[in-house]
């Protein structure tokens, strides 16, 4: 029928390689912006802010003795 079905969350990866972590995140943002349809994507996946949030909590895991 043409149609293309989505049955849950994480139906599309787009990955983006480039010479730092930010230009990865633009290539791979800018392959998202070619799909069509009315897909939802995370804006936060790969920004600075995101990353550094998960440094943290892995640093916070290896003090408290955690594996990591």
Do not use: F
């Amino acid at each position: 029928d043409g149609r293309t079905y989505a049955l849950g969350s994480r139906t599309v990866c787009a990955v983006g390689i480039g010479e730092s972590i930010a230009e990865a995140r633009e290539i791979s943002l800018d392959g998202i912006r070619n799909i069509d349809g009315a897909l939802w994507n995370r804006g936060d996946i790969g920004a600075g802010y995101h990353i550094q949030r998960s440094v943290r909590r892995m640093r916070r895991g290896a003090v408290s003795g955690l594996e990591v």
